[in-house]
């Protein structure tokens, strides 16, 4: 299999898992060796320990799923302090992923600085696409101006390569070039699409804060295009996330001008998909680096 590089970086492969439906390592332990893989994403982390929104957090539609977690997670410092006295992430022979998200910009350097001090991690991935609690909920990357600021920050803060997560809400191809302007290694295309779902029989929206975020195979299409899109524009590597539900899927993704691929959604139905995709794409390409289609 052929391998990929993000900044100074080298993965085996070009096959991650997706942050969020990875937790930190726990859901698919028993699957399969993440040495497999060219990389782990980990749950995203924020400065402070969260909540989540109330319950429904998940919802199914036809070939998707609707979330709304909430970025639920321990927050950075007790995580921190949790794999200093135990880390797991040298057994598991793959490069690791710390995803990142702030309550407002700044929180980005300052992360990224100390997530370049843990043990264990390779790349950074700063979740633009969360959002920002004092601009009312938007997410961080709802102005390009906004992007270049905070991954410029980051990457001068950080010693590790960052990855830059962005939402398809927005300009995505205008934000993926200034996030590259700003020293990003690479970026992942993309977050969740914004969607609703509404309980007829009670007369009331399914999720407490109405719009939630759509993944799954429904988006697929949609994914491709943006990342055909942003390959036109920027030289950095764009890792695909959306809809993969086959190594069939990843080759798409590779042809139409990502270089890497995560998988999300569908490895909950087939826990072992990560390890499908990266048979299928030895199968299809070999040691030979994929060439986008024009």
């Not at 924020?46 to 109330?54: A, H, L, V």
């Not at 990224?112 to 979740?127: F, H, M, R, V, Y």
């Not at 609690?133 to 961080?140: I, K, Q």
């Not at 988006?219 to 764009?238: G, S």
């Amino acid at each position: 299999m052929f391998e990929t590089k993000i900044g100074s970086v080298v993965l085996k492969n070009p096959v991650l898992t997706a942050s969020g439906t990875f937790g930190m390592g726990e859901p698919f332990e028993d699957f399969y060796d993440y040495g497999i893989l060219g990389g782990v994403v980990l749950k995203t982390l924020t400065p402070k320990p969260r909540k989540g929104n109330p319950p429904p957090r998940l919802y199914e539609t036809p070939s998707g799923l609707l979330n709304s977690i909430g970025l639920e997670n321990e927050g950075f410092d007790a995580f921190a302090e949790r794999i200093k006295k135990n880390n797991p992430f040298v057994s598991w022979k793959t490069r690791v992923v710390i995803s990142l998200a702030g309550d407002e910009e700044g929180d980005f350097a300052q992360l990224a600085a100390k997530a370049s001090q843990l043990p264990g991690i390779d790349l950074i991935e700063l979740n633009l696409s969360c959002p920002n609690v004092h601009a009312g909920g938007a997410t961080f990357d709802a102005e390009s101006e906004a992007v270049y600021r905070i991954v410029s920050l980051a990457c001068e803060k950080s010693s590790l390569p960052c990855i830059v997560k962005l939402s398809p809400q927005h300009d995505i191809v205008a934000n993926a070039y200034q996030a590259e302007k700003a020293g990003a290694s690479a970026v992942t295309i993309s977050n969740t699409f914004l969607g609703m779902a509404i309980d007829i029989h009670q007369k009331r929206f399914v999720f407490a804060r109405k719009f939630a975020g759509l993944s799954g195979p429904a988006i697929k299409p949609l994914a491709l295009a943006n990342v055909h899109r942003v390959a036109q524009k920027v030289t950095i590597p764009i890792i695909a996330s959306g809809g993969i539900a086959s190594g069939e899927d990843a080759v798409e993704f590779l042809l139409a001008g990502a270089r890497l691929i995560e998988i999300g959604t569908m490895a909950f139905v087939k826990p072992r998909l990560a390890v499908e995709v990266v048979d299928t794409l030895e199968r299809y390409f070999g040691n030979e680096q994929p060439r986008r289609l024009d």
